[in-house]
């Protein structure tokens, strides 16, 4: 059973960083087209693409809206996504989500993530 657990989440002020983690266990990530995700859900509002990166390919992928200030990494070795968030804004404030996509498919669909951490409060003061 794969495992994802989220951490690095909590306040910061407008401009702040935050580095988010997310440990995979249970899978081996030797050779796949496995994509890992972070997704976010403000309050009252429905869950949304943030970023994705191939383990074997390292491409990455962002939503617009975290384009040029946020930058999603891995660490095979230690079976471990990064999301670096710069320039931190109000409307980034989100509970924070890892996911994995073990097809590969379709990056940006929540429905094709088959495995979810229990996310990562992150808070951004104005």
Same mark, same amino acid.
């Given at each position: #059973?794969?495992? +994802? =657990?989220? %951490?690095?989440?909590? +306040?910061?002020? &407008?401009?702040? $960083?935050?580095?988010?983690?997310?440990?995979? %266990? !249970?899978? &081996?990530? %030797?050779? /796949?087209? @496995?994509?890992? !995700?972070?997704?976010?859900?403000?309050p009252g509002? @429905?869950?949304? *693409?943030?970023?994705?990166?191939?383990?074997?390919?390292?491409?990455?992928?962002?939503?617009? $809206? =975290?384009? !040029?200030?946020?930058t999603i990494?891995?660490? /095979?070795?230690?079976? &471990?996504? *990064?999301?670096?968030?710069n %320039?931190?804004?109000?409307e980034?404030?989100?509970?924070?989500?890892?996911? +994995?996509n073990?097809?590969?498919? /379709?990056?940006?669909?929540?429905g094709?993530?088959?495995?979810?951490?229990?996310?990562? #409060? =992150? &808070? =951004?003061?104005?």
């Amino acid at each position: #059973q794969v495992q +994802l =657990v989220e %951490s690095g989440g909590g +306040l910061v002020q &407008t401009g702040g $960083s935050l580095r988010l983690s997310c440990a995979a %266990s !249970g899978r &081996t990530f %030797s050779f /796949n087209r @496995d994509v890992t !995700g972070w997704f976010r859900q403000a309050p009252g509002k @429905d869950r949304e *693409f943030v970023a994705a990166i191939g383990w074997s390919a390292g491409s990455a992928y962002y939503a617009d $809206s =975290v384009k !040029g200030r946020f930058t999603i990494s891995r660490d /095979n070795a230690e079976g &471990t996504v *990064f999301l670096q968030m710069n %320039s931190l804004k109000f409307e980034d404030t989100a509970v924070y989500f890892c996911a +994995l996509n073990p097809r590969g498919m /379709n990056i940006v669909a929540q429905g094709e993530y088959d495995y979810w951490g229990q996310g990562t #409060q =992150v &808070t =951004v003061s104005s």
